[in-house]
């Protein structure tokens, strides 16, 4: 099946619900049909991919994770997905607020997508969604003529 807005399941990790509530009507908007699976805190990242897996659920295309948040960050929780055996190469787009070059360069270390500054209207976000579902789209239909 083909990628495509319409089917992106995406999962959002991100202390700060009004984030979440921006983020959710940006991608309604712009044509995301899926609701965005969305947990409040770093530290259950890891509980929620055993689940998913343990339950047969579907699994997200992708996840947008804030790199600041209390308790677990979201550098220490990405660690932790990337230990989860089922889903190493996830794709991950980190979230923040600022710009930190240390923070950047901690989690570029870990396999990310991307790292964006967090934007009102989202407009990046979504680009760089559009960017994952090609990328997706373009290397499944690689493997298909191999």
């Known amino acids: 099946m083909k990628l495509a807005r319409k089917n992106l399941r995406i999962i ?12 959710q009507a940006a991608l309604s908007k712009a044509g995301f049909a899926h609701p965005i699976a969305y947990l409040r805190a770093g530290g259950i990242v890891q509980e929620y991919f055993k ?8 699994a997200p295309h992708i996840m947008l994770l804030d790199i600041n948040m209390p ?9 932790l997905l990337r230990k989860t055996s089922s889903f190493p190469k996830l ?3 980190i979230l923040s607020g600022g710009d930190d070059p240390a923070a950047r360069r901690k989690v570029a270390r870990q396999g990310i997508f991307r790292f964006l500054k967090k934007e009102i209207d989202n407009t990046n976000v979504i680009s760089a969604l559009d960017d994952v ?3 997706y789209n373009h290397h499944k239909a690689g493997s298909s003529e191999t």
């Open 133 to 135: 579902i090609a990328f």
């Open 12 to 23: 959002l990790v991100d202390d700060d619900e009004n984030d979440y509530e921006l983020l």
């Open 71 to 79: 308790l677990i960050d979201g550098a220490h929780a990405l660690k």
């Open 91 to 93: 794709p991950v787009i």
């Open 51 to 58: 689940y998913t897996k343990a339950t047969g659920s579907l």
